[in-house]
């Protein structure tokens, strides 16, 4: 139904009262990225709380990012199919099938050359986009309902997965150098540089808050990243106001990339004071990067959002609208079989039930990132923070010893309240 | 003399930021046809809201007196419990279920929750002999045109006893044929005794049908007119609140040589393969040059267009299409929109906008090279592009970052144009243009469409509003049932004579 715009017989002081609208909305706009940063907070200083501090201890830290980094990975690509108004239920199938190809092509399998981790893992992505690009073609060319078509792959590559791995069996040990994608740390190039030196206490034991040392590759990373994060942001309001545009407000601004920053740097330097930067955060953040890029700043990125809101529309604005269909789709069976390989790497074999599943929870990661069910409507960093606030759960409720039955109703109900919020916020706009 | 049925007194509604309606008085005796006019978002759609109690009691200022009695509305059921019923302009019915399932939906006759069918069936063909619709009950809906449609709405307005009829712009998607038929069922309701409220961008028929007419500008109550005093001027001046010295601008054609020309253009049906709906056009379009093209609902204008611009309708399509003399592939909308070619939809809301995203990504959809390089998104280069059209068409938005669906009809269709104009077309193709929008900005889109002819593009314009052709266009072909029927031009054409052309090409179509 339309809501009839205000009459505006004063269109020629619009002009002029733009400027604090403009303030104004940007900060109701991002109200809901903000709150959920926010909710992701206080859900890390509630469990930092009830763990007695183990949350954020640096080789909790660690396990954190590599027992969930495959959900974020493959909500990336979620994210994508459910605006393009679709949804992937095959994911986690997918991602155990990959991780049973893999296993078998480095370890059962004698392929010479294909068995080198790098090049049976480069296959293996490419295999994920053969299975996204033939669900895909029966959806984008033959309008099947995506609900329908990857239920059929959910259970055709779980079914292959197994029969892969000789019926409930495991393919293993991965090669080491293998295994390094998701529990290795990036290598230390610069050396470490010892904060406070270890002292030994009568017992033989080194005393609290001594012996801090610093993996400094991971620290100059941290900066430059944050670095990079502030400077980009101020040539950006710089850009914006050269050309007579309003930006948000500075002190807005400068607030959200002081916490940003803060927050990073905490984060790096308790990995530092470990092992440095796990390699699979390193890689997810790439991901993560490009993903912003491709939803904000390209054009196909656009297009994807316009297929979703209204496909008749995109069609006729000279979208070719299956094509761009079987791209999201290619697109995410390359994350889900990355999703399959870093699940391989982190166990160290193939197991049947690798990444059971996973597909709700990828899923449940992009919803409370506030995306529509309807498509047209989500984004990737709130879709990142969902899918950290799933992890974080899960965490936090396996330190506090909770029931994985009751963990599932925990989730079922933070999912749930998510979107009532979102329906809630909207209905009050 | 007719005593009064109700009366709304000083209603005022504020919504955050606007005052939507303000001290706004309504009075309709019993047993009239009583029309509302107003341009969009002055505030015809709230008052009936107010009414109707979608709205509840509360949320507005004002008393509300229904047949002498003073109404708090919890809700749409407390109103229609008083025989007051609102038939909105997208109408409210299940496509897949039938006629008669449809008009007794959420009031089945049904006894511990077992519908009886045989009642409901007798109930609803009482009620299509009333409306004059004959259709068989078990029909559905999906099957039905919208003048039935709209038939369907009535019948079920009939089954709730209803005491005072609202109607928002009923005749808004129909055809000339339906709307009179239309029109004549209110008047023969009339007869019966019943009251009416008819909201309406045409003149022509408020004028025709009407006993007051209030209208309403800016949230304010203008004046309210008898029947005698009715002129479409005197609404017009009062509705804008200036004089339309002229509906249509002023313009000086000139005309070059032929840019666009369609020969021999056939189209079958998408679904019923052996239907063929377009059946050999030839047709052409010059530089600088509006033609029109009029015809009924259903004479396939649009399936035309649509199959023209890069076979968005149609199978088995057939014929050449010459652009400049050459022979050019419009076969995909990329490549029709490369070639110079734009089709402005007659459903911006289905086919035009993308109504969850702001003004300022659809006003480039179509066009993303325009802002774009190597594939990445030139950001202000596209908000430039935005604001530019934005006060190209005067699309009246405090920002290009307002969502497309919440901005009124004839924003809207702005907005849809302005994402074609982006697009820079050679020919431009211009389906109901001003369909379900106001006097003033239906003003602002011919002011529009004359300055891109004097631009020295092809404009070809799809009515079937026949002032409007006769107004805007140069030359006008005339299409029924799939073929071309009559070429005039438009110094030369009259309502009369491209009637007469419709009429004769029925009789060749039938011999």
Redesign the interface.
Known sequence: MTVESSPSPQTGVAQDTHEPRVAVSALVTNLREYGLVLALIIIMLFFQFTTDGTLFKPLNLSNLVQQNSFIIVMALGMLLVIVAGHIDLSVGSVAGFIGALGANMMVTWQLGLLSNPLVASIVCLLVGAAIGAAQGYWIAYHRIPSFIVTLGGMLIFRGLCQAMLGGGLSVGPLPVSFKELSSGFIPELLGVWTLVPPTVNAAGKTIFGSGVQLQMTSVILGLIGVAAYAWFGLSARRTRERHGYQAEPFALFVAKTLIVSLLTLFLVYQFAIYKGLPIVLVVMGLLIGLFVFVTKRMVIGRRVYALGGNPKAAQLSGIKTERLTLYVFINMGVLSALGGLIIAARLGQAVPAAGLGSELDVIAAVFIGGASAMGGVGQVIATVVGGFIMGVMNNGMSIMGVNVDWQQVVKGLVLLGAVVFDVYNKNKA | MASTILEMRDITKT?P??K?LSNVTLSVEEGEIHAIVG?????K??LMKVLSGVYPSGTYDGTIVFRGQECQFAGIHDSERLGIVII?Q?LALVPMLSIAENIFLGNEHASYGVIDWNANETRTRALLKKVGLDEDPKTLITNIGVGKQQLVEIAKALSKQVKLLILDEPTASLSEKDSQALLDLLLEFKRQGMTSILISHKLNEVSRVADHVTVI???QTIETLARKDVTEDRIVTSMVGRSLDDRYPPREPKIGEVVLEVKDWSVYHPIHAERQVIKGIDLNVRRGEVVGIAGLMGAGRTEFAMSL??R?WGRRITGTVLLDGKPVDVS???R??DRGIA?V?EDRK????????HIK?NVT??N?KGV?KR???D??RE??VANEYRAKT?I????V??LT?????G??QKVVLS?WLFADPEVLILDEPTRGIDVGAKYEIYTIIARLAAEGRAIIVISSEMPELLGISDRIYVMNEGRIVGEMAASEASQEKIMRAIIRGEGKAAS
């Open positions: 919504f930021g606007v939507a341009e969009n978002g002055a505030g759609s709230t909105h997208e500008r800016d949230g611009f890069g968005s995909t909308v990329g029709a929109v089709y939809t289905t086919y035009g906008l993308n109504l969850i995203d990504h959809a179509a993303m774009s594939g990445v998104i950001d202000l908000l430039a005067n009246r938005t405090p920002s970052y307002q669906g919440n901005l009124s009809g924003n809207q994402k």
